[in-house]
């Protein structure tokens, strides 16, 4: 029997999480030899993603609001996706060593496919060739949910606008999110001015370095004066919704296109709109709003390694993490909602060997 | 000299449009003979459209506030869609008797094109070939803008997602562009159930008139509750925005099509929203917002009539109208804000010979 350290789902939270409370760093123990498989492998974890979207799923089981993720059950460990090795599988596609990426729990060691109370609305776990410059933990961030979420929502309604398009905005911009689609506008039109907004001068500074054409502090400057002097808008990137995107929605080019990705503002109460929504006809916008694997843009799911790794290995996709520990998982899971992360919010549970 | 009745932008309205001071009735005079033209043409007009989004032409010129529709000029007759009949002509492709469809005057006798001073988005009047079963007025509404409105984002949008559809919910549904949806909705698909809304007892008799599964008065039921139990809603036809939206909002089935045709919440004071803005996201949906003439779905208007005009024939597609005289054209703009008209608001200016 060895440790495993384990975050457990202890409450479900009214607001905010609550780190210690809302989820709790447990010492459980597991027979690497004899554990029960099922069919599946068992994980030593390398890395687990904190992603804003968790908090949707801290919630009582009838509660239907936002039921593209299923709830996450008190008293099991919190699941998410990560990165890790095999230690030992009864899958014939998965053998002891290789790494893989998908759908873990923050413990020390993980089983997959784990107890049916523990449901994902993506639950796969699969096998990567990673490039050695490739850092392991890259694969919970800018080639996780993140980067995936940035890139096929781009790939497939971002990409074709951007060709005739002068500017893009996009909002929460420094997230891993927010820097993929900055870098990746400008791969497929290196002419497009891309202005992006963010919450401290640490992200300022990271918006400078992935390219960012008109960085600005949200907190320090009007976004719709700055969206009005660098406008009009021919693509809005939303992570955020609430006041920023009326700021958007008043400053976008007719025939403007929204991808909705995100609504921080939403998560932690209950809705969170616009007042400006009839723009949207006024201005004949297009909105696409979408969660990874689902409607038109889960058609560009398999183009994604082969597109962005290169990109990446040319330095023209980048990455920086805010690292926490297994124990600060809760902290991690709170500061994507509290803008604290400079970086992609990442758990690191072990070296990668 | 002839009298020339005619309808003067006479006052910019801060509320509510108000017959006799936002817009005034004159007897001017008018020499058919000799009447300058400039290369166009001199109409004796039959009927003109009032519809909701003229209230946005009603402003100071400096405002910017849906810029789409460009802003009435003080002290010159009131512009919109109409039908006529060619007087004299100085125009090769039009000569005297033909009848004709598109941008006139509210004015017994309309000279097109008018003064610069009177801008439009669709500055166009074109020969029409009636069939002698459809009155004149009709094409001020099923075959003026709101046919063609309900039309191409229709076919556009709603069309291709209607065959894997079940359900369409249309708001603001007893007027002239959404009694249209119901019914040509039907027409692209049989089996869907339509959900329908408006405001009083005459509209919902009208709403089961064009064959909605399911009418209601929203004054009288919550629409959140209709749409919970007859939903989840796959494609949403908003003429309203406002609190309609987010019911709609969250009964909508994922990957669901929103369709942005107007709001007349938002038309009267400075923008109107939703709350539930979020579940865009969250539920995949698409919104398409669009303005006659603009964007993706102006690659439709050619098919109009060619498809439209059978279906008027057939009886498929099918109008109502609520009647003003030209003096109670301030009546009939007003109206349409204040839901007053049972059918689409035209004004008869004269009998059709």
Chains 1, 2 share one sequence.
Request: hydrophobic share 40%; glycine share 10%; net charge negative.
């Amino acid at each position: 029997m060895v440790k495993n350290g384990t975050i457990l789902y202890a409450q479900h939270p009214t607001g905010l999480i609550e780190p210690g409370v809302t989820v709790k760093y447990v010492e459980q123990e597991i027979d690497l030899d004899s554990a029960p498989l099922n069919g599946g492998v068992l994980v030593k974890v390398i890395a687990m993603s904190s992603d804003p979207y968790m908090r949707y799923r801290m919630r009582e089981p009838d509660n239907k609001h936002a039921a593209f993720s299923p709830h996450l059950t008190l008293g099991y460990p919190v699941d998410n996706f990560g990165v890790g090795r095999v230690v030992r599988s009864e899958d014939p596609n998965l053998k002891v060593g290789d790494f893989v990426e998908g759908y873990l729990t923050f413990q020390e060691y993980s089983i997959f496919p784990g107890p049916k109370e523990q449901q994902h609305f993506l639950k796969y776990l699969v096998k990567i060739d990673r490039p050695p410059s490739i850092p392991a933990s890259v694969y919970t961030g800018t080639l996780g949910l993140a980067g995936k979420s940035a890139f096929v929502a781009f790939d497939t309604w971002g990409k074709p606008k951007a060709k005739d398009s002068k500017t893009l905005f996009v909002s929460g911009a420094a997230g891993p999110v927010g820097t993929f689609v900055c870098e990746y506008a400008k791969v497929c039109n290196p002419n497009l001015q891309v202005i992006a907004s963010a919450g401290s001068p640490e992200k300022i500074a990271i918006l400078k370095q992935v390219g960012v054409d008109v960085p600005f502090n949200y907190k320090e400057q009007d976004t719709a004066a700055v969206l009005r002097e660098h406008g009009p808008i021919d693509i809005y990137w939303d992570n955020v919704c609430g006041s920023t995107l009326d700021a958007a929605l008043v400053n976008m080019a007719p025939t403007g296109l929204i991808i909705a990705c995100g609504a921080i503002a939403a998560a932690n109460t209950n809705g969170d709109g616009c007042n400006h929504f009839e723009e949207i006809f006024e201005r004949s916008l297009t909105v696409h709003g979408f969660t990874l694997g689902t409607g038109e843009s889960a058609a560009a799911m398999p183009r994604f390694y082969e597109v962005v790794t290169p990109l990446i290995l040319e330095g023209k996709i980048t990455t920086r993490e805010h690292r926490y520990s297994l124990k600060e998982a809760g902290e991690a899971l709170l500061a994507v909602h509290l803008g604290k992360n400079t970086g992609k919010a990442v758990v690191i549970v072990s070296d990668d060997e």
